[in-house]
């Protein structure tokens, strides 16, 4: 099943958004899709041509054209430049116009209706205002016809109503002034010619304005997309030739140069250089990387030349990995955005519906003559609501919330985590490899015997596992010049141990207790074991043919920031506890170190998921933070799962987030970014509801009894427009932010 990127034109507005998504649900061979009314975007997934997601969306009235490679955004980039500039170029005109009459009439340049020139007068400005409409807002009357057409209303639906009301009353005014003269009262000869236009003016300047702020909101996706270079030297036969990056296949060899960017990801087959990952990881110091080394296309090369063999092209590298993951976030709706949704469908009917009543409670309780007042009400009314804003509070504050913290490497999987992380009340981290370097190392040995002898045979029972222990054991050997022994059988116990032949001899390698459940008596090294473990050290245990001959004390150190980490964690008001299969000494003494406040200790990989659910039965709202392999049902378990990973391993399907640098301070700028997101849209959901609670009132008229103030078309036309505006810059807000 393939996930296409769409582009989406001329929607504007939520109603536009909920008419595109009606007719996607129609369409039986879309599996899934999702909507970023923010990027005006939608991610769909199906198995079909992609043309017929792009015939649905033109059904409904709108444009998308499909988005493929770097060339495609960079076109699209263009197209919103040159959108802006009409915008703006548009509003001008209109707000020119509808300045010059505002003035013209304040100034008591305009004759008397009553007047030949006065009527003539009036007619050349409603002609003039008429061709500044279709200039101008052109598009708007179409969208708002296309909408009534497919039965859906939106925000064009309002404009088209408010304005188009504006001029047909200032028309029909002038036609009965012809027809009858006198027929109507002194009060009612006002011409709203120039409101129709500065609304108009003023509505486009909005948009212009929120175009150029959110063009800026997704920095960091467009970053992302500009880290792979166009072109790479690909090495054949000794021979170096620039090609195309899109030509290079797995397996060919690539020479990157001092100060180049990878171009794809490889293995380094020869040289030394340092690279800076920092865009991937957020990691500021550069990385040694030399022979048999992993690099990640994106990556920038130091001083050193490198020659690497291309492991991965195209949407299966990292970098590819990492676009997609950050994409499929921000077009994702958290619990918030989707109650957004709903009061949203019912938006533009329920102001509509009021106008209505507006109208009617004019005409029948305002002094003679009341319809010029009941239709400058009715007309603010349907001008000053906003839908735009109650649809942008969300998806503006998803998208700049994923990509601050995608800059920081943390890649954020789905809406909904966002918001749960406000709720979080427990963290759950796996020692190593979290909280630990996890590198261990074999540092104090305990024998029976010939010690090296033990650990010959000890190295070569364990050069079959691909645990970090194991690797241990297999290095400390090796570096005390001894080669492993050969290997008969191996047979591992996940979680306890291993089984193997050596020699001729039946070794037994792993924890105390699964030594002792094989008959093994271990209280000959109980006190060196104690004192191995209150140094916080992880124990191997080692029997040959039953008998315990070995004991091996593996330090894995804790990382330098994890300490700091666990305090900050505090400071948010969570409490941290340690979930690990070590010994509980040895557990308590790293957590001890890391200032963690409960351990939970001697569980197996299989009880981890357990041990989350009982977190949970306690009351607990518990995030799990572990490597996103061993510990995936515990990560899938928890309210929500943090992968801890390498820079290299990012779709990590059991996690909602991945922490691309191997650091548990990750973890808190996660967190601070997620509750600065939800904060940031509750913020633009209480500012757009409060706007409208408040703006649409007063608009109605409901000041006018106490004040005899009656809010003008245009003003409202510009409030409108500024609370959009409001709600994006509220949500850029978050491109500043502070983080650990």
């Known amino acids: 099943m393939a996930i296409y990127q769409f582009a989406l034109h001329n929607v504007r507005c939520a109603g536009c958004v909920r008419s595109v998504e009606k007719s996607l649900r129609q369409v039986e061979s879309i599996d899934d899709f999702a909507i970023n009314f923010a990027d005006r975007t939608a991610s769909v997934q199906t198995d079909d041509d992609p043309n017929v997601v792009v015939k649905a969306v033109e059904a409904a009235g709108y444009g998308a054209s499909l988005m493929q490679d770097e060339d495609d955004y960079a076109r699209r980039a263009e197209q919103e430049r040159q959108a802006f500039n009409s915008t703006l170029r548009k509003s001008l005109v209109a707000l020119g116009v509808g300045a010059v009459l505002m003035i013209a009439m304040l100034a008591g340049w305009m004759p008397d209706l009553h007047t030949g020139s006065g009527m003539l007068q009036g007619v050349v400005l409603g002609l003039v205002t008429l061709a500044i409409m279709a200039y101008s807002a052109g598009h ?35 036609v009965a002034t012809a027809v009858v003269p006198g027929v109507l009262p002194e009060a009612a000869m006002h011409l709203y010619y120039e409101a129709a236009v500065m609304i108009l003016g003023f509505i486009l300047l909005g948009q212009a304005l929120e175009s150029r702020a959110r063009g800026n909101t997704n920095d960091a996706l467009r970053k992302l997309l500009d880290l792979q270079p166009r072109s790479a030297l690909r090495v054949r036969d000794g021979e170096s030739r620039e090609v195309p990056v899109a030509m290079l296949l797995p397996g060919d060899q690539v020479r990157i140069r001092p100060g180049e960017r990878v171009p794809v990801d490889g293995v380094v087959i020869e040289g030394s250089s340092h690279l800076d990952e920092s865009m991937l990881t957020g990691e500021p110091l550069p990385v040694k990387r030399s022979q048999g080394d992993t690099v990640t296309g994106g990556t920038v090369n130091g001083q050193g ?40 469908a019912v938006f533009v009917p329920v102001v509509i519906l009021i106008a209505l009543i507006t109208v009617g409670l004019w005409l029948w309780l305002a002094p003679a003559p009341a319809w010029p007042y009941a239709t400058v009400a009715a007309l603010t009314v349907l001008i000053v609501a906003c839908p735009c804003a109650l649809g942008l509070a969300t998806p503006m504050s998803v998208m700049v919330g994923v990509g601050r913290a995608a800059e920081q490497g943390v890649l954020i999987r789905n809406g909904d985590a966002l918001q749960r992380a406000r709720d979080i009340t427990t963290v759950v981290v796996d020692k190593t490899g979290t909280l630990t370097e996890g590198k261990p190392a074999v540092v104090d040995v305990h024998a029976e015997g010939d010690v090296d002898h033990w650990l010959r045979l000890a190295a070569g029972a364990e050069q079959n596992s691909e645990h970090p222990l194991a690797q241990a054991v297999v290095n400390h050997a090796r570096e005390q010049q001894l080669s492993p022994a050969a290997s008969e059988s191996f047979d591992a116990t996940a979680g306890s141990g291993i089984e193997a032949r050596v020699e001729g001899q039946t070794l037994l390698l792993g924890n105390r207790d699964w030594l002792q459940s094989n008959g093994v008596e271990t209280r000959s090294f109980e006190q060196q074991a104690d004192d191995f473990s209150r140094a916080g050290r992880s124990l191997i245990w080692m029997a040959a043919e039953g008998e315990l001959v070995l004991l091996l004390a593996v330090a894995d150190p804790l990382r330098s920031d994890s300490a700091d980490a666990v305090t900050h964690l ?33 569980v197996k990989p299989d009880q981890k998921q357990a041990a989350i659910k009982a977190l949970q039965a306690e009351g607990k ?21 943090y992968a801890m990973g390498s820079g290299t391993d990012v779709a990590i399907s059991s996690a909602d987030v991945t922490l691309m640098r191997a650091s548990l301070m990750s973890l808190v700028d996660a967190i601070a970014v997620s509750r600065a997101t939800v904060r940031n849209i509750k913020q633009n959901l209480f500012g757009a509801f409060i706007y409208n609670s408040l703006a649409i009132p007063v608009a109605a008229g409901v000041l006018y009894p106490w004040s005899g103030l009656l809010l003008n078309p245009a003003i409202a036309g510009a409030a409108m427009a500024l609370s959009s505006v409001t709600v994006v810059s509220n949500a850029r807000r978050l491109k500043v932010m502070r983080l650990k």
């Open 140 to 174: 708007i009357y179409k969208a708002a016809w296309q909408g009534l057409f497919h039965g859906d209303l939106n925000m064009d639906t309002l404009i088209a109503l408010g304005t188009g009301t504006a001029w047909v009353y200032s028309t029909g005014l002038l």
């Open 305 to 344: 030349s490198l020659l690497m063999e291309v492991s991965a092209v195209g949407q299966k590298t990292v970098l590819a990995q990492i676009v997609a993951t950050v994409r499929e976030a921000q077009n994702a709706k958290p619990a918030l955005g989707r109650l957004a949704d709903r009061i949203a």
């Open 621 to 641: 709202i518990v995030a799990m933070v572990g490597d996103g392999i061993n510990d995936a049902p515990a990560l899938a378990q928890a309210d929500i799962g």
């Open 570 to 602: 505090h400071r948010q008001g969570l409490e941290v506890i340690m979930l690990s299969g070590d010994n509980v000494r040895t557990a308590e003494a790293i957590a001890e170190e890391a200032g963690i406040d409960r351990v939970i200790a001697d």
